[in-house]
């Protein structure tokens, strides 16, 4: 039997630990099925109830307990809801999402992963029906930039208060997140060919290619990392002659985003710009309910991966049995996948997984269900 992954399951708050139930049911059917040799172990931390017992959201040795594992799978974090609780044990955001942006910075997971792809029988929120060939991968830099948290305030609450928020962009981060949406643009341009589909992309200078890079920044008004971002996209995408290159300033990107979404690939975008294009990208591909989201190291398996859904807790339907685990489980599929490095058996684990839930939401579409009713239908669907 193959060497044990090990999974640390981190449920959170509000829907967090509805739609993570139905990831484990997932797991444990697959589990049976394919006599996987798979553990996980699951932690009431990071979350509001923890913080309300212990007055912080996790325990000081957390990353350190977390980096035992091969991945992490999170919930969500934030207001737990149900928001008729007004006496709901409630933190700023900068408190209960932390656990979240400390796991990234710790563990180094510079890439967070986030497809985007209109599949049968999710909402087309768009009228044009050329939606429905939207197949694109935001690639947001996920370890520095926007996000370093660095700055501070002077004279707090005085008419002179000054608030600084720096951004940091390194050469090294910059060239390894272009480099891997190169990788990746490469990767999925073979598996389209597997499938018997194409894309065509076309060169500056006239070529077409079957797969394409486009890089976001807003270069012309913060032209420091922008051009250092151009000028290092120049260099990789040498080494990429099978690639069609592309930039769109971020402003321009989300009107191009609603006008003509079906024309991206791979997009590579900067930590914050990419959190703020994932949002967009997954209602293009059917809502919050059905995006997934991964935050990678891809450069050194010692560091647990963490897995967790674009959507946050819904404190609004928490607590109702009502929240859609749809995209729990697409993400519980990449996670899956991202583990068949060690195990490749999980690889195939995690395909059935995802053809499960493409297939239950092709015939169920986005009718109202039980959470644990979409869970059972899939379930049931691998075991037939
Ligand atoms: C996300 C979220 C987080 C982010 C928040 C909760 C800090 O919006 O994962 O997209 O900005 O990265
Ligand atoms: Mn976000």
Redesign the pocket.
């Known amino acids: 039997m193959a060497q044990i992954t090990r999974i640390a399951i981190t449920p959170g708050d509000g829907i967090g630990p509805e739609v993570v139930a139905e990831a484990v049911r997932c797991l444990e059917t697959l589990r049976a099925k394919h006599n996987l040799a798979l553990e996980w172990t699951r932690f009431p931390w990071p979350s509001h109830a923890w913080h309300d017992e212990y007055g912080e959201s996790w325990p000081a040795d957390a990353l350190t307990q977390l980096k035992a594992y091969d991945a992490i799978l999170l919930g969500a974090?934030?207001d737990p809801g149900p928001m008729d609780d007004t006496n709901r044990y409630l933190l700023p955001?900068s408190i209960s999402?932390a656990p979240?942006?400390d796991m990234r910075k710790g563990f180094d997971q510079w890439v967070c992963e986030r497809p985007a792809r209109l599949l049968p029988g999710a909402r087309q929120y768009l009228k044009d029906d050329r939606a429905k060939d939207i197949d694109m991968l935001v690639i947001r830099e996920n370890s520095e930039g926007e996000?370093v948290s660095q700055g501070g305030r002077l004279r707090q609450g005085k008419p002179d208060e000054v608030a600084t928020q720096m951004e940091v962009f390194t050469r090294r981060a910059t060239e390894r997140i272009i480099r891997y949406g190169f990788e990746q643009a490469r990767q999925r341009a073979g598996e389209r060919v597997q499938e018997g589909r194409t894309r065509a992309f076309r060169t500056l200078d006239g070529r077409s290619c079957e797969s394409q890079v486009c890089l976001v920044t807003k270069r012309n008004a913060l032209r420091y990392w922008g051009d250092m971002y151009t000028e290092v996209f120049e260099e990789v995408s040498h080494d990429f002659p099978d690639v069609a290159t592309h930039h769109e300033l971020v402003d321009a990107a989300c009107m191009k985003f609603v006008q003509c979404p079906w024309a991206f690939d791979v997009v590579v975008a900067s930590n914050l710009q990419g959190?703020i294009l994932?949002?967009l990208a997954a209602v293009l591909s059917g809502g919050m309910g059905v995006a997934p989201?991964c935050n990678l190291n891809p450069t050194d398996p010692h560091m647990p991966s963490m897995f967790?859904p674009?959507h946050?807790s819904a404190p609004d339907i928490a607590g109702q049995g009502i929240a859609d685990p749809t995209a729990m489980l697409f993400t519980t599929a990449r996670m899956l996948d991202w583990l068949g490095r060690k195990d490749p058996k999980l690889t195939q684990a995690g395909k059935e997984l995802f053809d499960a839930v493409a297939a239950d939401l092709a015939e169920q579409g986005n009718q109202q269900r039980a959470t644990s009713q979409i869970g059972d239908a899939i379930c049931k669907r691998m075991l037939a």
Request: glycine content about 14%.
């Open positions: 974090l934030g955001d999402l979240l942006l996000y959190d994932t949002d989201s967790e674009t946050g």
